[in-house]
């Protein structure tokens, strides 16, 4: 099936910076793909080469099956940049708006738009351009719902919100994604991030680093803890052990090593106490990949 969002080998470079290096990444139907990496990784340029604000210094790509900047692509896409601005005092003009202009029925769009205020908590506010910044990412997230886009393209849309908007948001991701919607969002709140998304990209310093989904990324790094004795840390170099009371060492190693290491234990004449699994958070996860280079 066509993706609805590919980059193929997409790099940008802003004078001597390379913000974005042969980026191969497809968003597909139906899932929710989320965009993580440390600040600076080029999560936003990517985003914006998407949406055909910039160009790319090389390779290509195609949103909704056209070529990465095709107007017409646009009227089926929903876009919440990080720092949304309104223009109008009234709320429900804003949402209109932006469905008219993707081409909504007139007749569906009132409904819609009170629909989608209500949810977000945006309904009675006086001055859209007043808001304050969690305000102004309900109202733009209603903007970019509006027209049920087929692919939405998210730069850090729970970054402002208070607990109760965060599920709420979460709630409309889902709904959006269970009728077959494609999400691609960006974020640093890892919880939010493991709770909606079928797929993790992770970027750093303009690399795709990894790409699966949670529990695939999760296994793959995977820890067991082993405890021996009889062994010292200096048999055990390149571990990271732990020395316990009583003289017992506490091990980490990752899984896939879990008998290898064992044996090696047992060869310096040490024994083992106890193996457990670890699990990892993708905290942990984001803290180690964003050291790869
Ligand atoms: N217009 C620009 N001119 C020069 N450099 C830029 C420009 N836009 C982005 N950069 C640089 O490109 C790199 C990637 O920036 P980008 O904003 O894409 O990162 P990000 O992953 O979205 O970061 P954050 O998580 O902080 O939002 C950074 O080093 C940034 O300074």
Not at 161 to 190: K, M, T, W, Y
């Amino acid at each position: 099936m066509a993706a609805r969002l590919e980059f193929d080998r997409i790099s940008k470079r802003f004078g001597s910076k390379l913000a974005l290096d042969s980026l191969c990444l497809r968003v597909e139907p139906g899932e929710i793909l989320g965009f993580l990496g440390p600040n600076g990784a080029g999560k936003t340029t990517a985003i914006h080469l998407a949406l055909g604000f910039l160009k790319a210094s090389a390779g290509s790509g195609t949103l909704l099956g056209s070529p990465l900047g095709t107007a017409s692509a646009r009227a089926r896409l929903g876009y919440l940049p990080d720092a949304p601005a309104f223009f109008a005092s009234s709320t429900a003009f804003q949402v209109e708006l932006a469905a008219r202009l993707n081409g909504m029925r007139s007749s569906e769009i009132k409904g819609r738009v009170r629909q989608l205020l209500s949810r977000l908590g945006v309904e009675s506010v006086k001055d859209a351009r007043k808001l304050s910044r969690g305000m102004q990412q309900r109202l733009g997230l209603a903007r970019a719902l509006v027209n049920e886009p087929e692919l939405l393209i998210l730069d850090e849309p729970t970054s402002a919100l208070d607990p109760s908007a965060v599920s709420q948001v979460r709630e409309l991701l889902l709904a959006a994604r269970n009728a077959g919607h494609s999400i691609f969002f960006s974020s640093h709140q890892l919880s939010e991030v493991e709770q909606v998304c079928d797929r993790i990209a992770f970027l750093n310093h303009g690399r795709l680093v990894k790409l699966g989904s949670l529990s695939e990324l999760l296994h793959d790094q995977a820890l067991a803890e082993v405890v021996v004795r009889g062994v010292t840390a200096g048999q055990l170099d390149g571990l990271f052990a732990e020395v316990l009371p009583g003289g017992q060492l506490r091990i980490l190693i990752p899984q896939a090593r879990q008998r290898e290491v064992i044996e090696r234990i047992w060869m310096a004449g040490g024994e083992l106490i106890s193996t457990a699994p670890r699990r990892r958070t993708l905290e942990q996860l984001f803290a180690e990949w964003s050291r790869e280079l």
